[in-house]
T-cell receptor, first 116, second 118 residues
Framework: KNQVEQSPQSLIILEGKNCTLQCNYTVSPFSNLRWYKQDTGRGPVSLTI?????NTKSNGRYTATLDADTKQSSLHITASQLSDSASYICVVSAKLDNFGNEKLTFGTGTRLTIIP | GAGVSQSPRYKVAKRGQDVALRCDPISGHVSLFWYQQALGQGPEFLTY????????KSGLPSDRFFAERPEGSVSTLKIQRTQQEDSAVYLCASSLVGLIGPRGNEQFFGPGTRLTVL
C-alpha cells in the first residue's frame, strides 16, 4: 500500500525562527512530490512540486528537497511568520492514466504553530 | 478567477439519513476528484472523473457511497444510510490536465464539506 509518513506530528516555534519538516514515502510508480499548506477549515494549497529528477525547489521562504533514492523529502521554512501557522502536508503522486491524471497519497501532516 | 466551490460547507445528518454533497470545479477543468479527510488525518482518495466518465472508484469505502458527474462539470457525492464513521471533511479537487509539465495536472482543492453524523 502506498504510504506517506511525516514528522514531527506537531511543532511550535517562535516567530522569526527557521524549521524543517520531514517526509518519507513508499509510493509507486512515483510521479512527483508536492508540499501543501492547509489552513484550518480550508482546502490544501500547493507550495512546491518536484519531479523525480529535481533535488530542491524554492518558493519564497519555503525550500523543499527531494532524495528519490532514499524516498525522503523535507520542507524548510525560513524566518517564520505568524501566518505560517497551518498544517503542512506532503503529497506524493502516482500516475493514474494516460491523460495525465494523478492519484495523490497524502501524509497526515505536520501541525505548525508560530508564536510571537 | 473563481476556484473550486463546495456546498454545503457544513452538514449534520442523523444516522441513516441520505446526504448529497456538491462540487463546482474550476470552469474548464477536465478532471474532478473526491477525497475524504478524517479528523487529524490527511485526505484519502475516493474517486475521480475525466469529464463525465468515472475512471476510478476504488477508494469509495462502501456501496453506500456514490458519485456522479453527468454533464462533465458539477459533481455530486451521495452517501446513503449515513453512519457515524462517515463523519469527515469531504474535499473536491479539479485539474485542467493536458498542459505540458507537472503543473498541468495540479489539483486545486475546494474548502470541503464537513459532514457530522449523529
Amino acid at each position: 500500500k502506498n504510504q506517506v509518513e511525516q514528522s514531527p506530528q506537531s511543532l511550535i516555534i517562535l516567530e522569526g525562527k527557521n524549521c524543517t519538516l520531514q517526509c518519507n514515502y513508499t509510493v509507486s510508480p512515483f510521479s512527483n512530490l508536492r508540499w501543501y499548506k492547509q489552513d484550518t477549515g480550508r482546502g490544501p494549497v500547493s507550495l512546491t512540486i518536484m519531479t523525480f529528477s529535481e533535488n530542491t525547489k524554492s518558493n519564497g521562504r519555503y525550500t523543499a528537497t527531494l532524495d528519490a533514492d532514499t524516498k525522503q523529502s523535507s520542507l524548510h521554512i525560513t524566518a517564520s511568520q505568524l501566518s505560517d501557522s497551518a498544517s503542512y502536508i506532503c503529497v506524493v503522486s502516482a500516475k493514474l492514466d494516460n491523460f495525465g491524471n494523478e492519484k495523490l497519497t497524502f501524509g497526515t501532516g505536520t501541525r505548525l504553530t508560530i508564536i510571537p | 478567477g473563481a476556484g473550486v466551490s463546495q456546498s454545503p460547507r457544513y452538514k449534520v445528518a442523523k444516522r441513516g439519513q441520505d446526504v448529497a454533497l456538491r462540487c463546482d470545479p474550476i470552469s474548464g477543468h477536465v478532471s474532478l476528484f473526491w477525497y475524504q479527510q478524517a479528523l487529524g488525518q490527511g485526505p484519502e482518495f475516493l474517486t475521480y472523473f475525466q469529464n463525465e466518465a468515472q475512471l476510478d472508484k476504488s477508494g469509495l469505502p462502501s456501496d453506500r457511497f456514490f458519485a456522479e458527474r453527468p454533464e462533465g462539470s458539477v459533481s455530486t457525492l451521495k452517501i446513503q444510510r449515513t453512519q457515524q464513521e462517515d463523519s469527515a471533511v469531504y474535499l473536491c479537487a479539479s485539474s485542467l490536465v493536458g498542459l505540458i509539465g507537472p503543473r498541468g495536472n495540479e489539483q486545486f482543492f475546494g474548502p470541503g464539506t464537513r459532514l457530522t453524523v449523529l
